[in-house]
């Protein structure tokens, strides 16, 4: 298995409204990350988890809450999101943190705030 | 200055060409050096990495990476309408990839 399966591929929420986005990996890789991308602009690092402890939070909101319940599983709990929040959050992983040769990518969950 | 440079384009060719995608850098600590397409909607591919400089090879892409000049470098030959995408350059900066803002490719029959 050489994926990142992310759930679900859309989501749209109310601005009051409590979600999760889900992201899943078999391939053994002990570094996840999430990454947030706007339309026609490049990923944005949001969180990175290193042997599921979160390592780097790039000061992101407290609305968004990441979580690592195992070394396959990573979600981002969404809470009283913004419009502007709206973008394609990307979950991807790699063998450990500090290399460049095996980062994968999910198809991400196409997120639209309301 | 931002860390990684990369002209957006867009960029048309027609099919058969080859096709040239750039990006600069500013860190020299920089070591690992990657291009990723992205289909519209979907997440970035892997499409090849570099370890330092020196060139790499896979079917129709070739990756060149300089760092005396601090310039990566993808060509793609025989380009085909399949290849219309964005291409993003990124290089990990110890922790996470740092990416270029892509540069939109349309290659038309």
């Known amino acids: 298995d050489t994926e990142v399966t992310q759930t679900p591929k859309h989501l749209v929420m109310g601005m009051t409204n409590k979600k999760s986005l889900k992201c899943e990996q078999h391939?053994?890789?002990?570094?996840m990350y999430w990454y947030k991308q706007k339309a026609k602009k490049p990923p944005e690092l949001m969180f990175v988890y290193s042997y599921e402890k979160l390592s780097i939070n790039e000061s992101v909101p407290s609305r968004f809450s990441p979580e690592c319940p195992n070394s396959s599983l990573l979600n981002l709990h969404l809470h009283a999101l913004q419009p502007e929040d709206s973008a394609l959050y990307l979950c991807a992983s790699s063998q450990v943190e500090d290399r460049g040769d095996g980062y994968t990518f999910g198809s991400g969950t196409r997120l639209t705030v309301v | 200055q931002k860390e990684v440079e990369q002209d957006p384009g867009p960029l048309s060719v027609p099919e058969g060409a080859i096709v040239s995608l750039n990006c600069t850098y500013s860190n020299s600590a920089f070591q690992y050096f990657m291009w990723y397409r992205q289909y519209s909607r979907k997440g970035p591919e892997l499409l090849m990495y570099?370890?330092?400089?020196g060139n790499k090879e896979d079917g129709r892409f070739t990756a060149q990476v300089d760092k005396s000049s601090k310039y990566i470098s993808l060509f793609i030959r025989d380009s085909q309408p399949s290849d219309s995408a964005t291409y993003l350059c990124a290089i990990n900066s110890g922790y996470a990839l740092n990416f270029g803002k892509g540069t939109s490719l349309l290659v038309t029959p």
């Open positions: 391939m053994g890789h002990r570094a």
């Open positions: 570099t370890y330092s400089s």
